[in-house]
């Protein structure tokens, strides 16, 4: 059997250092806030190359916060793309601003500022940079663009942690970053938690208010903001895995390079292409094919797990129905249909990619 996502190997493999963690945090009764939080924001801030970072409870928080921090006025554009997770979208909306949906590159899968360049409106004020599947976007052409409209560009980086552009880490190229930690991204918690960088002192400071209830000293608010704090455990927990990221990311990268190998020259396969300027996260290895779910049943009859991210494009979702019918021609909507993530990760070792991608030749001949 080889599985999509296996956490409870990830335990088993640093089941100390977590127990340790856990232990510590409730006997020093650090729930909320306390050394862990602070340790784990820096240390993340560090990790990243930012200069703030701002724990909060979950990734779609870090990105609602992160909006409502650079306070757009209301009703503004952000463009976001056409396929990525809902909590993108969403928090632009819960921020009250309205969701322009952009395409994205046929190759790559992240947002295409050729696209972007044709859904500029008078309104638009932001991009929603999503690094999908932890390659990064094209950051050179969307800053030329943010620079050249006087727009705000916030990463997405749920999927990207540790993920360079021309060596630099992403979340905090553009004005701010926003991550997630839950359980199943590179760098996952034991529940929910995220966090948002910046290299912008006041924006951190602002974003930090807005997560404790506009919280300036005990029981003295600036504003009314909301709650949405990382909490002592998972942050406790975030600070003993971020040490094995970094050797995470190379078996990834590993497996990746074996699906690369043996798989290139399969014409029913076709592969995400990696851009030259970028350390990929590989969150996700997903490729293209005809009769997608039949492939993927092919699969687990051969004991292999798969996944679709995504099986719907964000604009044929219900919960979109209200900007009308969605534009067919976007790639995005076109490809759905065909997406098939295969199994990556560091419980994966080479010799298993090989009997993926044997199987994945197999299954599409
Ligand atoms: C996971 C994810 C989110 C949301 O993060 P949560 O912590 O689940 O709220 C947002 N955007 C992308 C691209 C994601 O993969």
Redesign the pocket.
Known sequence: MIKFLDLQAQYRSIQPQIDAAISRTIADAAFIGGDAVRSFEAAFAKYQEAAHCVGVA??????EIALEGLALPRGSEVIVPAN??I??SE?VTRAGLRVVFADVDPDDFTLSPVDVRRRLSQRTRAILA?H?YGQPCDMLALGSIAQQHGLRIIE?C??AHGAEVKGRRVGAIGDVG?F???PG?NLGAYG???AILTNDESLALRMRKIANHGRTAKYDHEFEGRNSRLDGLQAAILLAKLEFLDGWLEQRRRVAAVYDRLLAGVPEVRLPRRRSDVTHSY?LYVVRVRDRDSVAQRLRDHGIETSVHYPIALPRLRAYAYLGAPDESMVALQQDSQLLSLPIGEHLSEAQAETVALALREAVS
Not at 58 to 63: M, Q
């Open positions: 979950n990734g779609t928080d870090a990105i990525t997770f909590g993108t928090a999503v999908l997405d749920a999927q926003a997630s930690f839950y991204k929910d938690a995220g969150h």
